[in-house]
Every structure is written in structure tokens, then in C-alpha cells.
């Protein structure tokens, strides 16, 4: 099926320290999805981006929509203990049912006190 | 109020025997979806339910799972003779119409022996 890359695959940080990651696709995608998921818990919508070149925030969070509409890359700033998790980039193709995501395999973040 | 909740917790079964997930969505929550999560891997789409339609099934990976929401509530996933490689976590998510704002519960964990 459809592929996301995601990058980096794990991430190692001191708190306070700013985060990016990205996702890429060879394929076109209509709209961009970043989750958070904790152990144990289904993942947790962080950010829903609908056009390309869209950037959007929530929080220390930013998201960006790619202009190719192949790519999207996420910005934790100034980081805390609690932003430790697993972060996902989810995309939805064209023609495709409202809802129905590919996502890319994870980022997983640490952040040490 | 109540998010999206998911029984058992953990199944484990034995090679060959049925298993049956349940997910109770949100109140009111018109779409219901069903993803698979395998160790340190993204969720990938099984199916979709609109209200009680099962509108899209393409990713259930054989034709030993099987998914209903008769009352376009509850909706229930049954593997039947399971395998090693139905091991994993399976996740439900629901959004109020054919949004992308997906909740998701804390998924059952299947363990097959």
C-alpha cells in the first residue's frame, strides 16, 4: 500500500530544546494528520492541515502542509518532559473515504530533564 | 464524557481459536473505523462503518476477519482462527460524520500463541 516515511525514527533531546520532524511520500496527499500516542493509548490528534503550504499551530506545536503536498513536517519548541511519546504523521489520499488514513511508522521522542 | 472504549484489553488466544474485539464509540459518533497496529509500526486501515454501513473493508487482510456495527453503534471485530501474525494491537477510532477529527480508544492487544 501507500508508504510514509517518517524521519527521524527516534529523537534524544535535553528539555528545552526545540524538535522537528518530518514525513514524505511519494504520493500526492490531500490532507496531513500529526498524532501523539502514549503507551498503552490509541494516538491522539495533535494537528489536521487541509492545503498545501498551510501552516498551523496548537501550542508549542507547529505543523507544516508541504506545497507539493508531499511532505509535512512537525516543530515542538522549547520541549517538556511530558512531549515524550510516540509522534505520527497520518495523510489522506484523493478519492479516498473521509477518515481513511495511511500513517508512517513513528517518531520517538525522548526528552531527558 | 466518555471517549472511545475497547474490550477486552488484552486477548491472548491460542492458534485457531475465534476471537471478538468490541469498541463502544462515542455517543452520537456517526463513523466508526478499525485499524491494526503492529509492534513499533503506524495504525493501517481495516475498515469503515457509516452509521450501521460498512462502507469500506479494503484493508481487512483476509477473510478471516470479519466486522459488524448492526445498530450503527457498538461495532465488534472477529478474527476467526487466529494466527501468529494476528498478533497485535487493534485499535477503533470514531468522529462525529466523515471528519478527520478521529478519537481513538486505547485498543485491544492481541497476543496469539
Known amino acids: 500500500g501507500q508508504q510514509l516515511n517518517q524521519s527521524p525514527q527516534s529523537m534524544f533531546i535535553q528539555e528545552g530544546e526545540d524538535v522537528s520532524m518530518n514525513c514524505t511520500s511519494s504520493?500526492?496527499?490531500?490532507?496531513w494528520l500529526w498524532y501523539k500516542q502514549d503507551p498503552g493509548e490509541g494516538p491522539v490528534l495533535l494537528i489536521a492541515l487541509y492545503k498545501a503550504g498551510e501552516l498551523t499551530s496548537n501550542g508549542r506545536l507547529t505543523a507544516q502542509f508541504g506545497i507539493t503536498r508531499k511532505d509535512s513536517f512537525l516543530n515542538i519548541s522549547a520541549s517538556i518532559p511530558s512531549d515524550v511519546g510516540i509522534y505520527f504523521c497520518?495523510?489522506?489520499?484523493?478519492?479516498?473515504?473521509?477518515?481513511?488514513?495511511?500513517f508512517g511508522d513513528g517518531t520517538t521522542l525522548t526528552v531527558k530533564p | 464524557g466518555a471517549g472511545v472504549s475497547q474490550s477486552p484489553r488484552y486477548k491472548v488466544a491460542k492458534r485457531g481459536q475465534d476471537v471478538a474485539l468490541r469498541c463502544d464509540p462515542i455517543?452520537?459518533?456517526?463513523?466508526l473505523f478499525w485499524y491494526q497496529q503492529a509492534l513499533g509500526q503506524g495504525p493501517e486501515f481495516l475498515t469503515y462503518?457509516?452509521?450501521?454501513?460498512?462502507?469500506?473493508k479494503s484493508g481487512l487482510p483476509s477473510d478471516r476477519f470479519f466486522a459488524e456495527r448492526p445498530e450503527g453503534s457498538v461495532s465488534t471485530l472477529k478474527i476467526q482462527r487466529t494466527q501468529q501474525e494476528d498478533s497485535a494491537v487493534y485499535l477503533c477510532?470514531?468522529?462525529?460524520?466523515?471528519?478527520?477529527?478521529?478519537?481513538f480508544g486505547p485498543g485491544t492487544r492481541l497476543t496469539v500463541t
Open positions: 477510532a470514531s468522529s462525529r460524520d466523515r471528519a478527520y477529527e478521529q478519537y
Open positions: 462503518f457509516q452509521n450501521e454501513a460498512q462502507l469500506d
Open positions: 504520493s500526492i496527499f490531500n490532507t
Open positions: 497520518a495523510g489522506q489520499l484523493p478519492n479516498t473515504n473521509a477518515g481513511k488514513s495511511t
Open positions: 455517543s452520537g459518533h456517526v463513523s
